[in-house]
């Protein structure tokens, strides 16, 4: 079936960086941009951009300039996410999704990552 | 950015009862870029509805979407117990897509 397996659960520190990574099946990666949405603890949905597994370009939202990055490798169907110098409140559940075209929106989601950063 | 205000914060309703959940738009939004997901706790969102009133795949005939510019709505008609959960709007434009906060819909 169509799905997206994400990574687990991640320990930083202040200042560093975490890779989170998502790994699609069931459906063909290339054809479908991936966004990260993330969700802080009892909070709302956070969009924080995407990536285009066809061409690997990507775009996020000013708010992440200069801190994020999203990639991926088509031979292994994945999708990365690396977000750098942490900060406590980056601490949240990350989430993959892909983007129906057809419906612009998120029709397939990752079951998250928790990202916990503490000193 | 466009910000999204949904209303109310929580709405207290029992099964059988219907709910009407608002989102509210900062400036108009197309109709096709506004979409709704359904929330359960220590789950990922799943997608309810989108194009504003078009139902998503394996979701019930008892949810419906409504609204246009910057007023939209969604009415689940009867509510079952697993439709207690949290809904959240989003939309996109200018390149950017954002979430409303969400409205957690419980059991009184």
């Known amino acids: 079936q169509m799905q997206l397996v994400q990574s687990g659960a991640e320990v930083k520190k202040p200042g560093a960086s975490v890779r989170v990574s998502c790994k699609a099946s069931?459906?063909?990666?290339?054809?479908?941009?991936i966004h990260w949405v993330r969700q802080a603890p009892g909070q709302g949905l956070e969009w924080m951009g995407w990536?285009?597994?066809?061409?690997?370009?990507?775009h996020f939202p000013q708010k992440f300039q200069g801190r994020v990055t999203m990639i991926r490798d088509t031979f292994i169907n994945t999708a990365y996410l690396e977000l750098t110098g942490l900060k406590s409140d980056d601490t949240a559940v990350y989430y993959c999704?892909?983007?129906?075209?057809?419906?612009?929106?998120?029709?397939?989601w990752g079951r998250g990552t928790m990202v916990t950063v503490s000193s | 950015e466009i910000v999204l205000t949904q209303s109310p914060g929580t709405l207290s309703l029992s099964p059988g009862e219907r709910a009407t959940l608002s989102c509210r738009a900062s400036?108009?939004?197309?109709?096709?870029?506004l979409a709704w997901y359904q929330q359960k706790p220590g789950q990922a969102p799943r997608l309810l509805m989108y194009?504003?009133?078009s139902r998503a795949t394996g979701i019930p005939d008892r949810f419906s979407g409504s609204g246009s510019g910057t007023d939209f709505t969604l009415t689940i008609s009867r509510l079952e117990p697993e439709d207690f959960a949290v809904y959240y709007c989003?939309?996109?434009?200018?390149?950017?897509?954002?979430f409303g906060q969400g409205t957690k819909l419980e059991i009184k």
């Open positions: 999704a892909r983007e129906d075209a057809t419906k612009d929106a998120f029709d397939i």
């Open positions: 989003q939309q996109y434009g200018s390149s950017l897509y954002t």
């Open positions: 400036q108009s939004v197309s109709s096709t870029y």
């Open positions: 990536v285009n597994p066809n061409s690997g370009g990507s």
């Open positions: 194009g504003a009133s």
């Open positions: 069931g459906f063909t990666f290339t054809d479908y941009f």
